[in-house]
């Protein structure tokens, strides 16, 4: 009798500590952002070099204080992707990153198989938005917009626990 309570436990145990981290991956720590001002949607322009605010409208969000790579965003523009080219930086190495399943305006694999046939272009929307941190944009030609972060050359040395590479900004007095 002692060992089916103990299997029990022992199962009920998993169980819940399964469902617990399912649910803080999927929902725990996710908040909606809102578009709170004309400047949610940015990307570099070519000529500046800095981030310029695009039009764009049905803007959705989310975000994470847990990680500096869970923010997506979805909205629409009504910019032409060929002005955009000539004026916002194309980013030619552009991973989409998997939002939660229930954020469903958002998902990657399409998004990535788009950059990859052509249907949509990646730019990059903010370097360095937060250290080692890219914030990129992938718009469509029929002009939906993807936005996400993603780890650059410069943060993925320096997560590793190696020195920045040439022509990093300086770390952050809090990661040296």
């Known amino acids: 009798m002692n060992g089916k309570v103990i299997g029990i436990v022992l199962i009920a145990t998993g169980v819940l500590g399964g ?58 523009t009504p910019q032409s992707l060929a002005m955009m080219t000539e004026t916002y930086e194309l980013y030619d190495n552009a991973e989409p990153l998997n939002a939660p399943g229930w954020f469903d305006c958002f998902n990657a694999a399409d998004i990535a198989e788009a950059l990859e046939n052509g ?23 029929d002009g939906r917009g993807f936005v996400w972060h993603q780890i650059n050359a410069c943060g993925e040395d320096v997560f590793d626990g190696n020195a920045p590479p040439e022509g990093c900004p300086p770390l952050p007095e809090r990661t040296q």
């Open 19 to 76: 469902g617990g981290l399912y649910y803080l991956q999927e929902y725990g720590f996710y908040e909606t952002v809102e578009a709170t001002s004309a400047d949610m949607v940015q990307m570099t322009s070519v000529t500046t070099g800095v981030p310029e605010t695009i039009l764009f409208d049905s803007f959705q969000a989310i975000d994470a204080d847990s990680s500096p790579i869970r923010y997506r965003a979805c909205f629409t």
């Open 119 to 141: 249907e949509a272009l990646a730019f990059l929307g903010t370097a360095n938005v937060t250290y080692g941190i890219d914030r990129m944009v992938a718009i469509h030609q």
